[in-house]
């Protein structure tokens, strides 16, 4: 992880510096602002990943020695199939669309989006077996 | 199943990862707005700035404000009981040391729903002085800030329930549930340090 934290870090620096220059060389709002921001973009994962390589330590993927086996393993949980995805965008949709119109559709489509969206996040929790 | 077992940290989080990629580019949203104000500050002139944020009440955003970065305090609190794997207080209501997830991040939501009431008062008593999204250009990029900042409050409030309903419903905290209240926590501190940038621009800088 330490390529990658020095990656972004650098870039960060990288930003930052350009951001001064910018503004030296008589740049304009947008261009300070968003520059100095990709700076911030790019501290936010830079940090995120220093922090975490202090805790993880060397990884398979910075190991130079390692084995593909050795990535083997749980990535995570992805979820196979999912309906929930359609109720929230077409919530979304027409809280969208209501600005068009009118503030009643909004109103209605913002309800069932918070219902949609519930429904997407809670799809997969199942009391466990304990509780029964 | 798999996923409540222990195993040695081999690689990061990649929900954490995930959701700190995701904000990082939802700062560049806030760049694009901070980018708005501060183009419309310069096009505008000093004139209609200084009779605009003379309207505007500091002191009361200050109180919101620090409502709002108190919140991300107990959010942090809720954390460290996550990282424990405590869902609820082991104690009485009044021993806060012995506060579980669901405690602090209750606390947290009903701070930042003080906060968003705040703001509701504060758009609330701006119109009734004048100042609304269309009266002039600095009514525009006022309220479409601090309008999508409180739009991201409000989700970040909702993810707050999320989580204590998955924990609710789930029964047993393990590292899913745990996970669940870190990226929230990860998300509830960028609404909150965007909020601080926000307000020296707005408030402070002027």
Redesign the interface.
């Known amino acids: ?1 330490k390529a990658s934290y020095r990656l972004f870090v650098g870039l960060s620096l990288f930003y930052a510096v350009m951001a001064v220059i910018y503004y030296l060389v008589g740049g ?3 261009g ?3 520059i ?3 700076s ?3 501290a ?2 830079g940090f ?2 220093w922090f ?1 390589n202090n ?2 330590g060397l ?2 993927q910075d190991n130079v020695t390692a084995e593909i086996a050795d ?1 083997a ?5 992805y979820s196979p199939h999912s309906w929930w995805p359609l109720p929230v965008a077409l919530s979304a949709c027409a809280a969208g669309l209501g600005l068009l119109v009118g503030w009643w559709l909004t109103t209605i489509a913002l309800g069932a989006l ?1 219902i949609s ?2 429904g997407f ?2 799809e997969y ?4 077996a ?2 029964h | 199943m798999s996923t409540t077992t222990h195993k040695a940290p081999s690689r990061p989080n990649l929900v954490a990862v995930g959701t700190i990629v995701w904000l990082s580019s939802e700062l560049m949203f806030f760049a694009a707005l901070f980018a708005m104000y501060f183009t419309t500050r310069a096009v505008q002139g000093p004139k209609l700035w200084l009779e605009s944020t003379g309207m505007l009440n500091v002191k009361f955003a200050a109180v919101n404000t620090t409502v709002l970065v108190l919140s991300s305090v107990t959010c942090q609190f809720g954390v460290f009981a996550a990282e424990r794997f405590q869902a609820r207080r082991t104690s009485t209501l009044w021993r806060f040391s012995k506060w579980g997830m669901r405690e602090w991040f209750a606390l947290t939501f009903l701070m930042g729903a003080f906060f968003i009431g705040g703001q509701v008062y504060e758009y609330a008593s701006l119109v009734h002085e004048g100042l609304s999204f269309s009266s002039r250009a600095y009514g525009s990029v006022f309220y479409l800030t601090t309008g999508f900042h409180g739009l991201h409050v409000t989700g970040g409030l909702i993810a707050f329930l999320i989580v204590m309903v998955r924990v609710f419903k789930a029964q047993k905290f393990g590292h899913s549930q745990a996970t669940t209240a870190i990226v929230v926590s990860y998300y509830w501190h960028f609404v909150d340090i965007v909020w601080i940038a926000l307000f020296s621009a707005i408030y402070l800088i002027k």
Not at chain 1, 73 to 77: D, H, I, Y
Not at chain 1, 125 to 128: I, W
């Open positions: 992880m304009e709002a947008v300070i602002t968003c100095s921001l990709s911030g973009l790019a936010i994962v995120y990943v975490n805790r993880l990884l398979p990535g393993g749980e990535l995570g949980f918070f969206v519930f996040a809670l929790e199942k009391p466990s304990s509780a």
